[in-house]
């Protein structure tokens, strides 16, 4: 059973807030307080602690269940780590962790009357709140350091996927790729729409290059076709709908378009797949972090922003003395000597990615516009892609304009790849075709000749040539037997002609015993 009073330093050895501190796997409370009648002498120093915790009760077990974690810190070396902003606690995981757990105003209400003395008394949960509430801000802090912890990820996503977009908006206005491929579908468009309302465009929208592939050809081309002229006939074949006869246009005359995407527009993909309103998000989340950063900094050494110009405005003695002292105060607050350096860093970073990110909004307008589209930009510091000047359902947002330009030259290239794949396929065809024509024309010469043998099978050592009457004769005079040397037309392949010697489909004798 626990005592009903504390030992005192004279009548034990033992100090109670080691033994606590060591074996407080479980919570067990005071079964009962020391008196606190008149007869009683209260333990010097201040108030005693209340029999039961100050903590709301599922808090309270939620934060012990936390302590658990860090088994080998006692609450007042947990908080001596945090202000000392230790990086062996103070990691990003254990950081959110403690924020989490934070003192209240209630708790700090409650346990302010509590002296050192009695403070091995309370509960473990109870004591760690204790020691966190004589850090001054210690959520700001804990969320300060956190800020600088991820600094360099957070930034560098935001900086990287800015200048990838900026890099990808500057290679579309240069591409005389993209605008030549324009130029080629609004002429194709001009033609079959020439004489309608919709004939003589001078433009269209981007997207529309998506939809060529909805055109179906209403005549397809094959061998038997004549309308196609001769020189055009051979590559109109396979051609099934309007997107595969513009692969088929760039073929013939600028084939170099083929691999746009890897000559001039090298960093399309990779802006495709950036989203602009979430890295506008991220830089609103990182300024903001900045600010509170500042202001944090502000409290804890309020005359750090001032220090410059009270030593830069006046000599007198009296102000150079307040300003050293004033420092003197900074390097005792550990947060302030380890962030100083920070912020002035970070705050200039800032502004260098706002200005790239000013210059991309204006490079992305211009070029948008120059292809007959209506930006639609996101208000710096909002989450969504809703332009200032529009609303959210007007224009052509960042995402989706270069989500477009990529979609529509993949779509380009892979009609220009399944048209060699028909034309491969088609010529395969043919081949076939003809090892099946001449097959059949070398069977029926070999009957003619009455090279068969009681089967119906041409006889000869590797071929029809074999079969005839000389043949038989020259092996007669040997001694030999024509039906020795048999051979037997092998197995149909595709197409219905026999497996060739190569391997491929197509006629081929394999000889027999």
Do not use: C
Request: hydrophobic share 35%.
């Amino acid at each position: 059973s626990t005592p009903s009073t504390a030992p005192s330093a004279s009548s034990s050895s033992i100090p109670p807030p080691e033994l606590y501190s060591l074996f407080s796997m479980t919570i067990t409370l005071p079964t009962a307080l020391p008196s606190t009648s008149a007869s009683s002498t209260p333990t010097s120093g201040g108030k005693e602690p209340t029999k039961e915790s100050v903590i709301e009760p599922r808090r309270f077990q939620n934060i012990s269940i936390m302590l658990s974690r860090f088994k080998n810190y006692t609450p007042r070396e947990m908080r001596e780590a945090i202000q000392e902003l230790s990086p062996t606690l103070l990691t990003p995981e254990n950081i959110l962790t403690l924020l989490q757990y934070t003192p209240l105003p209630e708790e700090l209400v409650a346990l302010s009357g509590v002296s050192p003395q009695n403070i091995h008394l309370l509960p473990l949960a109870d004591r760690y709140i204790w020691e966190l509430s004589k850090i001054k801000f210690v959520k700001e802090k804990l969320e300060g350091f956190l800020f600088k912890l991820n600094w360099e990820s957070k930034f560098n996503g935001v900086k990287y996927g800015i200048l990838n977009l900026k890099s990808a908006v500057i290679e579309v206005e240069n591409s005389g790729g993209w605008k030549k491929l324009l130029e080629i579908v609004l002429d194709i468009g001009n033609i079959l729409n020439g004489g309608t309302s919709r004939g003589g465009a001078y433009g269209f929208k981007i997207n529309s290059i998506l939809k060529m592939g909805d055109v179906r050809v209403t005549k397809p081309v094959t061998a038997k076709t004549e309308e196609a002229g001769a020189g055009a006939k051979e590559d109109l074949k396979g051609v099934k709908n309007l997107l595969m006869y513009l692969g088929v246009v760039i073929e013939r005359t600028w084939p170099d378009l083929i691999d746009m995407r890897d000559k001039e527009l090298k960093h399309l993909e990779s802006a495709s797949k950036e989203n602009y309103s979430t890295i506008v998000t991220d830089l609103a989340s990182l300024k903001k972090g900045v600010s509170a950063l500042e202001s944090l900094i502000a409290k804890l050494a309020p005359r750090s922003s001032k220090a410059e110009d009270h030593h830069d405005d006046h000599d007198d003695h009296e102000h150079d003395n307040e300003h050293e002292h004033d420092t003197d105060k900074e390097e005792q607050e550990p947060f302030v000597v380890k962030m100083r350096d920070f912020l002035p860093f970070a705050k200039d970073e800032i502004q260098k990615l706002e200005e790239i990110d000013a210059a991309f909004r204006v490079q992305f307008s211009k070029v948008v516009q120059y292809f007959g589209e209506a930006p639609n930009l996101p208000d710096s510091g909002s989450s969504s892609e809703s332009g200032s000047s529009s609303s959210s359902d007007e224009g052509i947002s960042v995402s989706e304009f270069f989500d477009t330009v990529n979609k529509s030259l993949a779509a380009v290239e892979g009609a220009i790849v399944d048209l060699r794949k028909a034309r491969e396929a088609e010529r395969k065809a043919n081949e076939a075709k003809e090892r099946r024509a001449k097959f059949l024309a070398d069977v029926k010469k070999a009957k003619e000749e009455g090279g068969m043998d009681v089967k119906g099978e041409p006889v000869g050592t590797y071929g029809v040539v074999g079969a005839g009457k000389a043949y038989r004769e020259g092996m007669k005079k040997e001694g030999g037997s024509p039906r020795a040397r048999r051979a037997t037309i092998g197995a149909v392949g595709g197409g219905g002609a026999g497996r060739g010697e190569e391997g491929g489909s197509g006629a081929g004798l394999v000889p027999t015993r």
